[in-house]
């Protein structure tokens, strides 16, 4: 390999020079002698570039000299470091990472033997693994209730909205904040945007419900005001779903914009002022520059989402919509449903299973996803 490399360089020394009008090949024993002459021997001066390439040369014949006086290099068995010294040489960042380990062992990990109240008549005086097992009976409440259909339906496509929406408009957000020039600006947008998530989702529906109701809502006075007539929203079903998306995108995007803004403020700056050399529109840096780079943070908050995707938020569905059977039919979802049905009867076991089911079935749509994702791009997949 070295020795190819003097003979690539010795050629293109030779061009240089023969196109600059100096007579000869010089051979590679007089290529010291030729770099101690600061003239050709026409007393033309020699430039930099030939200089260059003939030190070049000079290095690659030192390592073929090398090569051939110690021989091949010798092959090192690497070993790999055992789980102790590498415990040792990391112990900065697993102290870091140390809250969060204890935060999922304690509340995800410690619990999951708990599931199997899914699989017993649960009764308080004999325990969870004392009461006595009946399989896949707690199983049956939500499959021959009639409702299952129904719920599922309203689940998934309210979920498949807060995503697929959700992401675009937070996306979208995080773009445009990041082509804010003025700073000030840009931080008072953030911290007001961001400023809903923390809002409960009570008061979030007692807002709504000063808002859009009827007698005395604020945009009915609006709407009277203007010579129209409000509709009653809490007696029309079919409002409800455009209403609850919404109130979800008021309350997410604050968050995952900042998230979005988190991963672009990370990008080599470099890129962009490049582009901008180049002459590159703002559009033309946003779609060439900034949405590539996002794409790795996009599919993989896609794929957490998609997790989730048969489970709802209970505290937005139930607050806003509460026990309003005449909106049933476009708000209920799995939570609320399970909810009602065990309000009275406490039957934790058949909540229990409900819940498993979902995050059984969640388990297997994320698996399918990553192993779509992983068939198109190995790089961008989680597992």
Same mark, same amino acid.
Do not use: C
């Given at each position: 390999m070295a020795s190819e490399g003097a003979r690539t360089a010795e050629s293109r020394l030779n061009i240089y020079l023969i196109s600059k009008g100096q007579s000869g090949i010089i051979p590679p024993r007089n290529y010291r002698s030729f770099l101690s002459r600061r003239t050709d021997s026409s007393g033309k001066g020699r430039g930099a570039l030939s200089v260059l390439i003939g030190r070049s040369v000079l290095a690659c014949e030192k390592g073929v000299s090398l090569v051939e006086k110690t021989g091949a290099p010798k092959v090192i068995n690497y070993r790999r470091p055992s789980l102790g010294r590498t415990l040792s040489q990391n112990r900065t960042l697993i102290l870091m990472c140390l809250p969060a380990i204890l935060f999922f062992f304690v509340f995800a990990y410690l619990p999951m033997p708990g599931a199997y109240i899914a699989f017993t008549n649960f009764q308080y005086n004999k325990g969870i693994f004392g009461s006595d097992f009946v399989g896949l009976k707690n199983f049956q409440f939500l499959f021959i209730s009639g409702q299952l259909g129904l719920l599922l339906k309203n689940t998934v496509l309210y979920n498949l909205a807060f995503i697929v929406l959700g992401n675009v408009v937070q996306l979208a957000f995080a773009v445009l904040l990041n082509e804010v020039q003025n700073k000030i600006y840009k931080k008072t947008a953030q911290s007001i945007m961001f400023l809903p998530y923390f809002i409960s989702d009570v008061l979030v529906s007692l807002l709504v419900y000063n808002l859009i109701n009827y007698d005395y809502g604020f945009i009915?006075?609006?709407?009277?005001?203007?010579?129209?007539?409000?509709?009653?929203?809490?007696?029309?079903?079919?409002?409800?779903?455009?209403?609850?998306?919404?109130?979800?995108?008021?309350?997410?995007?604050?968050?995952?914009?900042?998230?979005?803004?988190?991963?672009?403020?990370?990008?080599?700056?470099?890129?962009?002022?490049?582009?901008?050399?180049?002459?590159?529109?703002?559009?033309?840096?946003?779609?060439?520059?900034?949405?590539?780079?996002?794409?790795?943070?996009?599919?993989?908050?896609?794929?957490?989402?998609?997790?989730?995707?048969?489970?709802?938020?209970? #505290? %937005? /569905?139930?607050?806003? !919509? =509460?026990?309003?059977?005449? *909106?049933?039919?476009?708000?209920?979802?799995?939570?609320?449903?399970?909810?009602?049905?065990?309000?009275?009867?406490?039957?934790?076991?058949?909540?229990?299973?409900? #819940? %498993? /089911?979902?995050?059984? !079935? =969640?388990?297997?749509?994320? *698996?399918?996803?990553?192993?779509?994702?992983?068939?198109?791009?190995?790089?961008?997949?989680?597992?």
């Open positions: 009915s006075h609006l709407v009277r005001g203007l010579g129209g007539e409000m509709p009653k929203v809490y007696q029309d079903a079919n409002a409800w779903p455009y209403i609850i998306v919404m109130v979800n995108l008021w309350k997410s995007t604050g968050y995952g914009t900042v998230v979005y803004f988190a991963a672009i403020t990370g990008m080599d700056a470099s890129m962009m002022e490049a582009a901008q050399i180049d002459g590159a529109t703002t559009w033309q840096r946003i779609r060439y520059i900034t949405l590539p780079t996002l794409k790795p943070t996009v599919i993989i908050l896609f794929l957490f989402a998609i997790g989730g995707i048969l489970k709802g938020n209970f #505290g %937005l /569905f139930y607050n806003l !919509v =509460g026990n309003n059977s005449m *909106l049933f039919k476009t708000t209920d979802i799995i939570e609320t449903y399970v909810y009602r049905s065990m309000m009275n009867s406490f039957n934790f076991s058949q909540s229990s299973a409900v #819940g %498993l /089911f979902q995050s059984v !079935v =969640g388990f297997f749509i994320v *698996l399918g996803a990553n192993a779509f994702v992983k068939h198109l791009d190995p790089d961008y997949a989680l597992f």
